[in-house]
């Protein structure tokens, strides 16, 4: 794990992880979906292109969100989903929608 | 308000507020002082450069988080306080709070 640019600061380490654009939406993702490929994630985020993606999820994965499962096809492939770190940022999510709506001045 | 380059989704919209270096840090202050002028601020943010904390203050007036308050004084001078708006952020500060504590490993 890449640990070594992370702020000390808990709350600065869980807003700068869901402060880098398209990180909440991959997150929103892998929520409501139990695991999503590369693929369906691009396909579901218009907008998004293959390397932005490519480095969000590498983020997300250095700070232990989100991990990589392999299944061994032809060909093999790969599908990401939560750890429980990353399903432990549910609350933030709901708190943050709530704040979001509550504020749509 | 500059609200042109906002996210529509709520939930990005405060991960982007949030996510910003430094804004954690400067909300902080202000949740923990009820006013603060510039310098109170840049003081306590060991590292921040004034023009970084100058666009960061400005952000936070933009999205109608924090606004500036001006006391007819010789010289004339600023405060910063929260707006309702900030305020309201406390339970997302809170959740960010937690999860960063529970999974610091």
Known sequence: MAKKNL??????????????????????????????????????????????????LKMLEDHGVVERRFYDDHPPRAEYVLTDKGRRMGPIFRAMRKWGSETAD
């Open 7 to 56: 702020p000390l600061c808990p709350i600065s380490r869980a807003a700068m992880i869901l402060g880098s654009r398209w990180t909440t939406e991959i997150l929103r993702e892998l929520i409501d979906h139990e695991s999503r490929r590369f693929q369906d994630i691009q396909e579901a985020l218009i907008g998004i292109g293959p390397s932005t993606l490519s480095n969000r």
